[in-house]
């Protein structure tokens, strides 16, 4: 009796870490799907996506400070600055950079990226503030299992933002120039499509991705600290290279798969392994399916991106 | 109706153009002869305003077209068929058609639609791939998507870029049947092409470039058959 009543506390423990981990990797799904718009319109790695998103939290987080704005307040200001950031980044890395400089723009996109920390050190000089907490808190039980308010509304606003981003990409003929682009942008210009505007609205799309989670994860958490942008960029890479590039639902699948993991690592070996199980996992994912658990590998879309030479 | 007049396009310091004098006319197919880097596609690109003439004029019934985006040449009426087609290859077939009508697809959706159905009469086997994912079509079918896509545009010049290029023999007898049925329908193409066999059975009128310049204009039996073809692979040495 002892020892069923055991195993059941631990299949509880179980099945809850992936609750938790569902509702974090959704978050991460979301950076994930930023990372992969803008590698799928540019060819190119967007390493200062975490920083924007970082920057824009920092306005939030500065708003509630010296204004006390109120927290739809704090998630405007962190949205509206992400894309501020995001329209910077993509005029000085990308759209003043070459198609063709494929390391320039990566390069000058991890300038920009030390450039934001400055930024944000200077507007709020100091290692960790205060990230006001959601509109809603507390949380509801399902039998044995607990759920966190703040986790119920990042999943239901990835669930509603995925719909939204499929619609947007298959159902409007900005989605089907945007698509087009990532498939072949010189065809796409034979088509009338001017793809520097494209990829321009790419950027200001995920940045609204970006912010939308940014805010999600920081309100959860209730703090911001200027690693928050390191954070993110590795968590989205990591999410998007599990899932495979240039897949949407890759990146989502990538980021639940992950949220799990980490959960479960943190749970039964503690906080310190948390993120080295990311890397690990990372690691595992890229030796043993190179191309992604979905979605077309990476090599096969770096052929289709050659092909077009 | 497409005139081109004394254009200079280089790419850096390499000059590509010097000084291309050609036009092409209503309902006819004009064929563009010559060796490699020649010019052939520059000539092409600067027309459709994908790369910019340093001089010279670019005219389309009347109207200068050398000034405007590759966008606004599509929108004046002039369609590239790119070389080794370009099709985008993880969309479908329809999507492939629906992107060719890009300039036009929110204003007039019925139209899109109305023109997919007509593709489809036209090039049947498209219609039997058309929820399948273009890469996967053999080469003769993304060549005749290709087609079908820039005409989708509703241009009324269709510029053709090596449409022969790495396709079996047979195949490429069905893909020039297909340009003259296009012709025939009032199409005017304007087409370049290395097979040039092919190009002067298809064409009323070509022209030789080499060192990107014209060397020689006219009618397919003005010069001796033996003569252009020898100077469309190899140039004048």
């Known amino acids: ?309 | 109706m497409l005139t081109v007049g004394d254009v200079f396009t280089s790419y850096g310091m390499i000059k590509a153009l010097n000084g291309v004098t050609l036009s092409a006319s209503e309902g006819e197919i004009t064929c563009l002869l010559g060796p490699n880097g020649a010019g052939k596609t520059t000539l092409m690109f600067t027309i459709a305003g994908i790369l910019r003439a340093q001089a010279g004029s670019i005219k389309f019934d009347g109207q200068s077209i050398e000034r405007l985006s590759a966008a606004k040449v599509v929108e004046a009426g002039i369609a590239l068929v790119p070389e080794n087609r370009l099709v985008f290859p993880t969309m479908s077939v329809e999507e492939n058609l629906e992107a060719g009508a890009f300039i036009r697809v929110a204003k007039d959706r019925a139209g899109v639609d109305d023109d997919i159905e007509r593709m489809y009469m036209r090039f049947p086997v498209l219609k039997e791939r058309r929820e399948q994912m273009a890469g996967t079509l053999s080469g003769g079918e993304q060549q005749m998507l290709a087609l079908a896509r820039a005409l989708m545009s509703r241009p009324r010049i269709l510029l053709m870029d090596e449409p022969s290029v790495g396709l079996a023999p047979l195949i490429v007898e069905d893909i020039f049947q297909i340009i003259r049925d296009v012709n025939a329908d009032g199409m005017t193409i304007l087409l370049v092409e290395q097979n040039a066999n092919m190009a002067l059975s298809v064409a009323d009128k070509f022209y030789l470039l080499e060192h990107g310049r014209v060397t020689f204009e006219g009618a397919p039996g003005e010069l001796e058959q033996d003569e252009v073809i020898r100077r469309a692979y190899l140039g004048t040495e």
């Open chain 1, 1 to 309: 009796m002892a020892i069923e009543r055991e195993l059941f506390a631990k299949m509880v423990d179980f099945v809850q870490n992936c609750i938790d981990g569902i509702m974090i990797g959704a978050a991460y799904g979301l950076l994930a799907i930023g990372f992969t718009i803008i590698f799928g319109v540019m060819r190119r790695l967007n390493l200062s996506f975490g920083p924007s998103i970082m920057l824009g939290a920092f306005f939030g987080t500065w708003a509630f400070l010296t204004l006390n704005a109120a927290p739809w307040m704090v998630l405007a200001i962190t949205i509206a600055g992400t894309v501020i950031t995001g329209i910077y980044v993509e005029r000085l890395c990308f759209w003043a950079i070459r198609r063709d400089a494929t390391i320039a723009s990566m390069v000058s996109s991890f300038a920009i990226w030390m450039q934001l920390d400055e930024v944000a050190i200077l507007m709020l000089p100091g290692r960790t503030y205060p990230f006001p907490e959601m509109f809603v808190s507390g949380g509801l039980n399902f039998g044995p299992f607990f759920v966190r308010a703040e986790h119920l509304v990042t999943l239901l606003v990835t669930i509603l933002m995925v719909v939204g981003i499929r619609l947007l990409l298959y159902r409007t003929t900005f989605g089907l120039a945007l698509r087009a682009v990532s498939e072949s942008s010189d065809a796409a210009k034979y088509m009338g499509i001017n793809p520097s505007r494209i990829t321009f609205l790419a950027f200001i799309l995920v940045s609204l991705i970006g912010g939308v989670a940014g805010y999600l994860l920081l309100a959860t958490d209730q703090q911001v600290t200027p690693y928050f942008g390191l954070w993110v960029t590795f968590k989205g890479l990591i999410a998007m290279m599990l899932g495979g590039m240039g897949s949407i639902p890759g990146a989502i699948i990538g980021g639940l798969v992950l949220g799990i993991i980490e959960t479960q690592t943190q749970w039964y070996l503690g906080n310190a392994f948390k993120d080295m199980s990311a890397y690990v996992v990372l690691f595992l994912a890229l030796v043993l399916r190179p191309g992604g658990l979905l979605g077309q590998g990476i090599a096969e879309r770096q052929d289709l991106a050659f092909r077009r030479v």
